[in-house]
């Protein structure tokens, strides 16, 4: 199913000891999609200094995704309330005692500038963190509001499978009462035809043998075109789809399996009938069911 989350959170990450106020920060943001496919296909884009999260957050998302296909974006940008920090004496004191032992062994090196002291000052001040931890706190908020969005989806796809479903029974319930009609219609015809056989041969009454006849062929015509076993198997299939759907859980394979099964009985509907009306009833339980089929891949 589809889904988007994201999240941001902003950190201390440093600060100098003799200047507290010149406090550095990070900014770390999670994002995460997600778009239908029938299979779990997960991809990271992360920041070199937060590649070795990686397997905390793919456990993360195996542990409550089955299917789809999920983007993780992570972001780290590094901001400081002051652009310019001034170093700290002892910070200096080492940099003058090292300049003046590389002059000794080196007399031609230039002096140190401005510039260069602060590059070297503001590198030195700064203390490695580790994001690790806030970026799988992080992760499970963004995962916690993607799951919300999928279940959003998902309660609207299962309102559209109902109704769906729905459709399917009401195409049932008018396949039912065509094939007594039709045995009938076709008992009629073939009396007809013998009745107008025996009249063109001189002997207008038909005999009893005619209408054994027509009864039997009315049966083995009923027999060829029932379709009541097909309808009760489909009717099953409804009502365990219908179930499946107010429980809720993964229902994905099992609804798979069910829609497999709905298109069989809707095919051998189809091979059975001997009207034009109920060819139309299986077309039409077809494009449903394939309506059907096409959402179900999306439910996990």
């Known amino acids: 199913m589809t889904g988007y989350a994201a999240v941001q959170s902003s950190t201390a990450q440093y600060a100098p000891e003799t200047e507290p106020s010149h406090d550095a920060t990070s900014r770390l943001g999670v994002e995460i999609r997600s778009v239908n496919s029938r299979f779990l296909d997960l991809a990271f884009r992360l920041p070199d200094e937060l590649r070795q999260a990686e397997p905390g957050l793919r456990e993360l998302l195996t542990g409550k995704l089955k299917r789809g296909k999920i983007e993780m974006r992570v972001s780290l940008e590094s901001a ?109 015809r073939f009396l007809e ?26 049966t083995a015509f ?32 099992r609804l798979d399996f069910l829609i497999q099964e709905l298109h069989r009985e809707a095919n051998t509907l189809g091979s059975k009938s001997a009207s034009l009306e109920l060819t139309h009833i299986s077309v039409d339980m077809k494009v449903l069911i394939e309506q059907i089929r096409e959402q179900v891949q999306n439910i996990e």
Do not use: Y
């Open 80 to 188: 400081s309330t002051s652009s310019l920090r001034p170093p700290s004496p002892a910070t200096l004191q080492r940099l003058g005692s090292l300049e003046d032992s590389i002059k000794s062994w080196l007399p031609q090196a230039a002096a140190l500038s401005v510039a260069d002291v602060l590059r070297i000052a503001t590198n030195e001040d700064k203390k490695p963190h580790d994001h690790s931890e806030e970026l799988i706190k992080l992760a499970k908020k963004a995962l916690k509001d993607l799951m919300s969005a999928r279940e959003r989806e998902g309660a609207r796809l299962a309102h559209m499978l109902l109704d769906r479903t729905a459709q399917l029974r009401a195409l049932a319930e008018l396949a039912v009462p065509m094939v007594p009609k039709l045995v009938e219609q076709q008992k009629t």
């Open 222 to 253: 009923a027999i060829r075109i029932d379709v009541a076993e097909e309808i009760t198997r489909l009717s099953s299939h409804l009502d365990e789809i219908d179930r499946l759907l107010s429980v809720g859980g993964e229902l994905g394979k």
């Open 193 to 218: 035809r013998w009745k107008e056989a025996m009249t063109l041969g001189g002997n207008s009454t038909l005999p009893e043998i005619a209408q054994d006849r027509a009864l039997t062929e009315a």
